[in-house]
T-cell receptor, first 114, second 113 residues
């Protein structure tokens, strides 16, 4: 099956710094999604990317769908303490019919020091 | 006004027992999922239902049986629980038709002792 390589595995940064994380896959995806998970909660969708080359922003977050459709990155600018959490990339493939499956990366644990 | 709600939030049970987790979404979505998150936080899809029809079954042991009485509900029943079933189980939904912005529930932390 599809595999996603997400890096880095963890990051420790100072408040105010910018952050970048990325995902690469061995195969093509139709859609890339970025989620954030807080402790004890379910993942929350941050940004969805539907077209190769698409660059989308959501506040201080910016994500891009790679031209090859095999990669995506997420940038967070001017980090704040509440950015702490686990960030997941997810890629969606269409396996036929209504079979749309999300494959998740292993997550990037972000710690922001005030 | 919780969009995707699942119960219970915590479940502690002994090996060999049978248990169920319930999920309901009030978003009018066509597609619902069950995901398993292990102790290393890896999220893996287990099942997907579209309009009450099973679409994806990711080689999950047949001790796990999803049931969708209507498109707003997707329950997960687990028979003969094993220690390795301990994990956080997430229900999710999306509009279907290739629109993959999945909304997740809060999760059910299952601990098998």
């Amino acid at each position: 099956g599809q595999q996603l390589n997400q890096s880095p595995q963890s990051m420790f940064i100072q408040e105010g710094e910018d952050v970048s994380m990325n995902c690469t896959s061995s195969s093509i995806f139709n859609t890339w999604l970025w989620y954030k998970q807080d402790p004890g909660e379910g993942p929350v969708l941050l940004i969805a990317l539907y077209k190769a080359g698409e660059l989308t922003s959501n506040g201080r977050l910016t994500a891009q769908f790679g031209i090859t459709r095999k990669d995506s990155f997420l940038n967070i600018s001017a980090s704040i303490p509440s950015d702490v959490g686990i960030y997941f990339c997810a890629g969606q493939e269409n396996s036929g019919g209504s079979n749309y499956k999300l494959t998740f990366g292993k997550g990037t644990l972000l710690t922001v020091n005030p | 006004d919780t969009a995707v709600s699942q119960t219970p939030k915590y479940l502690v049970t002994q090996m060999g027992n049978d248990k169920s987790i319930k999920c309901e979404q009030n978003l009018g979505h066509d597609t619902m999922y069950w995901y398993k998150q292990d102790s290393k936080k890896f999220l893996k899809i287990m099942f997907s239902y579209n309009n009450k029809e099973l679409i994806i079954n990711e080689t999950v042991p047949n001790r796990f049986s999803p049931k969708s009485p209507d498109k707003a509900h997707l329950n997960l029943h687990i028979n003969s629980l094993e220690l390795g079933d301990s994990a956080v189980y997430f229900c999710a939904s999306d509009p279907g038709q290739g629109i993959s912005a999945a909304f997740f529930g809060q999760g059910t932390r299952l601990t098998v002792v």
